[in-house]
């Protein structure tokens, strides 16, 4: 299995609610890495979990909490976020934190009402 | 933050063509990386490149590592109309911040 999973694909959201987003690969990888990315931009590092544990907080608001359950999941739990955070959130992997290359899921896409 | 310099913005070609793209840097990069990214999908790695010099292949893709390690090159032969995506560079820069810069993208429309 070479792909990493992400969903839901679309969520839409108020500024009170409190939602999740998932990300999962089974490919033995022991690092993970949370982007947000704007329209026509490049991705922008948010987190990275090297072997579950929280490696890089890219100076990342606090209303966004990441958790890695265990090496295959990781999350990203979501509260009282503006409009501006609404984005592509994409989650990546790979073997670990020395490796450059990332695989990256299919994202969700994001919207904040 | 840092970004490379990624040119051109914007290509729009006739099919069959070949393209080619470049990412430079006035920093020292050890690692290239070439993404393509659809509408709506994350991107995904076309090429990784390693070493000062080196010329590597997938498919009708060609990339290489500058050799001041400065600059990157992307090629694409023939081109086809699924080449249609933004593509994008990026790299690690020498040192201990094993955190990828990443060039503003490349967006290439194909004419078929």
């Known amino acids: 299995d070479t792909e990493v999973t992400q969903t839901p694909k679309h969520l839409v959201m108020g500024m009170t609610n409190k939602k999740s987003l998932k990300c999962e690969q089974h490919?033995?990888?022991?690092?993970m890495y949370w982007y947000k990315q704007k329209a026509k931009k490049p991705p922008e590092l948010m987190f990275v979990?090297?072997?579950?544990?929280?490696?890089i907080n890219e100076s990342v608001p606090s209303r966004f909490s990441p958790e890695c359950p265990n090496s295959s999941l990781l999350n990203l739990h979501l509260h009282a976020l503006q409009p501006e955070d609404s984005a592509l959130y994409l989650c990546?992997?790979?073997?670990?934190?020395?490796?450059?290359?990332?695989?990256f899921g299919p994202g969700t896409r994001l919207t904040v009402l | 933050g840092q970004q490379l310099n990624q040119s051109p913005q914007s290509m729009f070609i006739q099919e069959g063509e070949d393209v080619s793209m470049n990412c430079t840097s006035s920093?020292?990069?050890?690692?290239w990386l070439w993404y393509k990214q659809d509408p709506g999908e994350g991107p995904v790695l076309l090429i990784a490149?390693?070493?000062a010099g080196e010329l590597t292949s997938n498919g009708r893709l060609t990339a290489q590592f500058g050799i001041t390690r400065k600059d990157s090159f992307l090629n694409i032969s023939a081109s086809i109309p699924s080449d249609v995506g933004i593509y994008f560079c990026?790299?690690?820069?020498?040192?201990?911040?094993?955190?990828?810069?990443w060039g503003l993208g490349t967006s290439l429309a194909v004419n078929p």
């Open positions: 979990y090297s072997y579950e544990k929280l490696s």
């Open positions: 490149l390693y070493k």
């Open positions: 490919m033995g990888h022991r690092a």
């Open positions: 990546a992997s790979s073997h670990d934190r020395f490796d450059n290359e990332q695989f």
């Open positions: 990026a790299g690690q820069r020498a040192g201990n911040n094993r955190k990828l810069i």
């Open positions: 920093s020292i990069f050890n690692t």
